[in-house]
């Protein structure tokens, strides 16, 4: 992924409704969305929800796919997948520093 791919995927996640939208549609897995569900799920007007999912669609994060008369949405986890590698590529120069799985949370 190049940065300008980066810089632009980015920029689509950068708003709260945009985040939530794809949050759905990543945990939906790839049966996706239709915009009806998702509006009644996360309670978005519809114009404000086809002016994101444009939006994410534009970035390449989202996929588009016409079913007889409804329209699905998809995360496109290769690109999120691709975005996360370019975030993390030669993360703490080749150190291990991710948080363990078995790490516990601090009680504070």
Do not use: W
């Not at 897995?29 to 007007?45: H, N, R």
């Not at 590698?85 to 009680?107: H, R």
């Amino acid at each position: 992924m190049e940065s300008k791919d980066v810089v632009q995927c980015l920029a689509a996640l950068a708003h709260p409704v945009r985040l939530e939208v794809f949050r759905a549609l990543v945990v939906s897995g790839q049966d996706g969305l239709t915009p009806g569900v998702m509006q009644e799920a996360l309670g978005i007007p519809p114009a404000t929800l086809s002016f994101h999912l444009k939006e994410l669609v534009s970035s390449g994060l989202v996929t588009q796919e016409r079913a007889s008369r409804y329209l699905i949405y998809r995360a496109a986890y290769e690109n999120m997948n691709a975005l996360l590698g370019y975030l993390t590529d030669n993360c703490c120069q080749g150190a291990g520093c991710a948080v363990e799985p078995t790490a516990k949370a601090c009680p504070c």
